[in-house]
């Protein structure tokens, strides 16, 4: 019997031991440094849409006494609203310019080279209509002085935000140097403010040449719509279609071809969905462009992959023990799957549900091609009317606002990207709290 003598001892470091820890070490560093440059990288997309978006749910206004004449409102006296109703914009237009006169009448107010008629460009083109709007639903009101609270144009809202300088405006055609310091004395009246601008939420979209009156209203209403239709298809249809093939379908070559075709829809881009949702829904079931229910059909062929993968990823991850129990002490299948099984995998099917439909909530492409990127200025009908009517949505307003040239829409398009980011975050919180909540019921 011979010594064995050791060479070298478990607690010394080797040459071996040091490559490996160096090696660990690499690695450790390598996923600090990738998780800091996703930090940096996030912060930077967020600082830039918040820089960028925040000034948009403020607006500048104007406060002004408007004298409603009479004889420009209701010329026969009659009081009739039929005959006020005849009376368009046009007609609203010369007593915006009469209260504006007043207050360059006024002590210290006068600036030189500003006519009414200019000063009058400062308030936005939404204001004739506006007021109109107020006279029809009050029409006993005429022949009074009423104060109103008036949008200011987008120039005018653009200077109190940095866009617009006194140098900008000598050489621009929508604004000039007088309009701005007449807007100062304005503000150092009191009549001139910038607030919180609801409108921003609730309008709907105006034109090239009205920014400032540009709302999400339609487009947020007509999300919801689309959401609605998509989570009344593919919750019921993804889920009863996952539990079959995991559950009831035999495993055989037609089931196998079932599955491969899912998995590759799921990969396949959603622009591909819009092509068919135009030829199915429009060109063939002569549904109309620009609908809700054509925008939720569509998002529902291209949700249904995905929440069906997930579904039926968290019935694979229920332990088969408890369908061995539940069929042990003489349940049928149908109750072990539905009573057993199915509770177990809730937490898991609805996150992937609401993930689904988060995903489907920034889905542009395909909107596009059913006409939802229409411009649109009336609301929807409530459902189920509603959902036939002409309507936008939000990834689709944000895309049709990068795409005008004024620089207050590029503001509204940064805005819109964070109401958009507001719903995603709602959306995975509540997937978070149904997680959390069936995983402690079981």
Known sequence: MT???????????????????AAEKRFRVYGVIAIVLAMLALAGLMTSILTNGLSAFKQTFVT??????????????????????????FGYAPLIRNALQTQLDAPNM?????????????????????????????PDMIGETVSFKFLASGRIDGYYKGRVTMESAERDSNVSPQQLMFADKLKDAGLLETSFNWGFLTRADASENRPEAAGLGVAILGSLY???VVLFLTLPIGVAASIYLEEFAPKNWFTDIVEVNISNLAAVPSIVFGILGLAIFINFAGLPQSAPIVGGLVLTLMTLPTIIISTRASLKAVPPSIRD??????????????????PLAAPGILTGTII?????????????LIGMVAFVREFPGAPPEGLFDPAAALPVQVYNWTQRADPAF??????????????????????????RRF????
Do not use: C
């Open 3 to 21: 010594d064995v003598s050791s060479t070298s001892s478990l607690l010394a470091v080797d040459d071996r031991t040091r490559r490996r820890n």
């Open 64 to 89: 002004l006494e408007i004298y409603l004449d009479p004889a420009k409102l209701d010329k026969d006296g009659s009081g009739d609203l039929e005959k006020i109703r005849k009376v368009s914009t």
């Open 110 to 138: 006068a600036v030189d080279d500003l006519s009414a008629k200019d000063a009058a460009k400062m308030i936005s083109n939404e204001s004739a209509a506006e007021m109109r709007r107020f006279v029809l639903a009050n």
């Open 226 to 228: 689309m959401m609605g």
């Open 325 to 342: 129990a539940a069929l042990g002490v003489g349940a049928s299948k149908m109750q072990a799957v539905f009573h057993h099984v199915l």
């Open 356 to 368: 689904g439909l988060a995903q489907a909530l920034g889905e542009t492409a395909p909107l596009l």
């Open 410 to 435: 590029a503001e509204r398009a940064s805005g819109a990207i964070i109401v958009l980011l507001v719903f995603l975050l709602f959306m995975n919180a509540i997937a978070i709290i149904l997680r």
């Open 439 to 442: 995983e402690r019921r079981w």
